[in-house]
């Protein structure tokens, strides 16, 4: 429990670390896709253990990339215009609700009623 409660914060101090990066750079769009390169690199060796992925995934590999690329220019115009400390709720609430939605809608995977 304990392991899993560090993580969990190390976790936030990191994201957190990062968006504060992005929002103080001088180019924000740089910051951002650099951020993204230098996250991929510790998974270069699994990609020599585990081989490349199988052709029928590249669609959703590419999909996948093309929402990432539209969330990088997304976080990087919303940190030029607006304040980390609205720009970054938005951006860490936005995802969790989109995902809930399009489950829901997309792949007919209904969200379990609210608990209160």
């Known amino acids: 429990m304990l392991a899993a409660t560090a993580a ?3 976790s936030a101090v990191l994201h ?3 968006n504060l990066l992005v929002k103080r ?7 951002v896709w650099a951020q993204f390169a230098i996250a991929a690199v510790p998974f270069l060796p699994v990609l020599v253990v585990t081989g490349v992925p ?3 995934t590249y ?4 999909l996948s990339a093309v929402l ?5 220019v997304a976080l990087a115009r919303a940190y030029q215009v607006g304040d980390l400390s609205v720009a970054y709720p938005v951006a860490r609430g936005v995802s969790p609700l989109l995902t809930s939605v399009g489950g829901a809608m997309l792949l007919a995977d209904p969200l379990p009623p609210a608990v209160g």
Do not use: H, K, N, T
């Open 54 to 56: 199988e052709p029928a």
């Open 59 to 62: 669609p959703f590999i590419a």
């Open 25 to 31: 750079s001088s180019d924000r769009l740089i910051a």
């Open 16 to 18: 957190a670390g990062w």
């Open 8 to 10: 969990v914060l190390a």
């Open 68 to 72: 990432q690329g539209a969330y990088g």
